[in-house]
């Protein structure tokens, strides 16, 4: 990788991570309740994408652990947010569905985000306005490419004895912050902002949990 591409990968993580964190923090005190930690927003937000996937699949996109995904389910269910049914093809196997109450959530978070975001936007000046909205088409070619898969060393930065890293910035951003739900569980197109999560739940990233 070219160290343009280096600096431009650490800026745009730079930007985007303060982005999510600012608009978390906006948001949170106006998100009903229960409070979510953020993998369980993350799981949710696979189930959103994804009506009737299984704890395997899904575990499998969040790159976590079966049990751990069922933990998640388990706590969600009691939370009123996830239902578990027998898939009709295999009774051994479940599939897992979001309630009413969770999509309610969701789409609540989203309009709420949707004009948070808006607001801002309109204040800016429309040429600025036009370089943001000719920039997604890219932003998300690169988030497809980011969600495609890879082998582990790929995922990491270059071995310095083999591929220094130039210009003084490092190769990998790591985010500075006091709230653990910033580290994403998986390239996923939507934060995990719908929780208000706790400042004690540490998501270890492989999101989510969080953008």
Do not use: C, K, Y
């Not at 993350?42 to 976590?64: H, K, Q």
């Not at 009123?80 to 609540?108: K, Q, V």
């Amino acid at each position: 990788m070219g160290s343009d591409g280096v600096r431009l990968g650490g800026d745009l993580m730079d930007v985007t991570m303060a982005m999510r964190r600012l608009v978390r923090r906006r948001l949170r005190g106006v998100t009903p309740p229960p409070d979510l930690r953020p993998a369980q927003v993350e799981l949710m937000l696979v189930v959103d994408r994804n009506p009737g996937v299984s704890v395997a699949a899904a575990a499998r996109e969040l790159r976590l652990a079966d049990n751990t995904v069922s933990t998640l389910v388990n706590q969600l269910i009691r939370a009123g947010m996830l239902r578990r049914e027998t898939d009709p093809d295999d009774r051994r196997a479940a599939r897992l569905e979001l309630t009413a109450a969770a999509r309610r959530r969701i789409a609540d978070w989203r309009d709420r985000r949707a004009h948070l975001v808006g607001a801002r936007l309109d204040e800016l000046s429309d040429e600025d306005q036009a370089s943001i909205a000719a920039a997604l088409p890219a932003l998300r070619r690169l988030l497809a490419r980011l969600a495609e898969p890879t082998g582990d060393a790929a995922d990491g930065p270059p071995s310095p004895s083999t591929e220094p890293v130039s210009a003084g910035r490092p190769a990998t951003f790591v985010q500075p912050s006091d709230d653990a739900a910033d580290r994403p569980a998986s390239p996923s197109t939507e934060p995990a902002d719908i929780g208000r999560p706790a400042a004690s739940s540490v998501h270890a990233s492989s999101d989510g949990g969080e953008s």
